[in-house]
């Protein structure tokens, strides 16, 4: 059973575009989420988070929103550059240090 | 600052064969996580360790297991090989556990015959 969701495996976005990645997790105990960004023969790396106390958080370009009550956080990257090609994996965890990841969405920013 | 370091990189086994991979964690970093990467399923937590001792446990076979040495260091050991034991191996190390900034290695990818 899939907790955390990432339903697009895909997605292309035309350079200085706005890149919207989405997550769904049913777990409603889940209090904390992850962004990571993993490069082809590289580890993910850490992107951005948000607590569940709130809904809205930015970092730059990347702006993670967060919707309880349909338990869906979203990642969005404004505007897109060709590096940020990439897996993201959205992560949540539920206070118990163990973060449940969704499969990834491979952007690529075209160009 | 070095980063997260995974041995061996690339890793050929057949079934029934045992694996161990090996992780050495950012200097200072006391926690350590392994993850399973596979097409399908995306990153599944395995376990983690925490001054050499197991914190948290993913949903896994015995199989699986792990062990953190005195330096942090930690090893994963998979026994009695199966196909679908084929996947990236991931472990991140974070100063402390559950924090959520954990820095991953670049995996150790195992390819069972």
């Known amino acids: 059973d899939q907790q955390v969701k990432q339903n697009s495996p895909s997605l292309s976005v035309q350079e200085g575009r706005i890149s919207i990645l989405n997550c769904d997790y049913t777990n409603s105990m889940f209090d904390y989420f992850l962004w990571y960004k993993k490069y082809p023969a590289e580890g993910p790396t850490f992107l951005i988070s948000i607590s569940s106390i709130k809904d809205k958080n930015e970092d730059g370009r990347f702006t993670v929103f967060l919707n309880k009550s349909a338990k869906h956080l979203s990642l969005h990257i404004v505007p897109s550059q060709p590096g940020d090609s990439a897996v993201y994996f959205c992560?949540?965890?539920?206070?118990?240090?163990?973060?449940?990841f969704g499969t990834g969405t491979r952007l690529k920013v075209l160009a | 600052k070095a980063g997260v370091t995974q041995t061996p990189r690339y890793l050929i086994k057949t079934r029934g064969q045992q694996v161990t991979l090996s992780c050495s964690p950012i200097?200072?970093?006391?926690?350590v996580s392994w993850y399973q990467q596979t097409p399908g399923q995306g990153l599944q937590f395995l376990f983690e360790?925490?001054?050499?001792?197991?914190?948290n446990k993913g949903n896994f076979p015995g199989r699986f297991s792990g062990r953190q040495f005195s330096n942090s260091r930690s090893e994963m050991n998979v026994s009695t090989l199966e196909l679908g034991d084929s996947a990236l191996y991931l472990c991140?190390?974070?100063?402390?556990?559950?924090?959520?900034?954990?820095?991953f290695g670049p995996g150790t990818r195992l390819l069972v015959l």
């Open positions: 200097s200072g970093h006391r926690s």
């Open positions: 360790y925490f001054s050499e001792t197991q914190r």
């Open positions: 992560a949540a965890s539920s206070g118990t240090y163990k973060y449940i």
């Open positions: 991140a190390s974070s100063p402390t556990s559950g924090s959520p900034s954990q820095y």
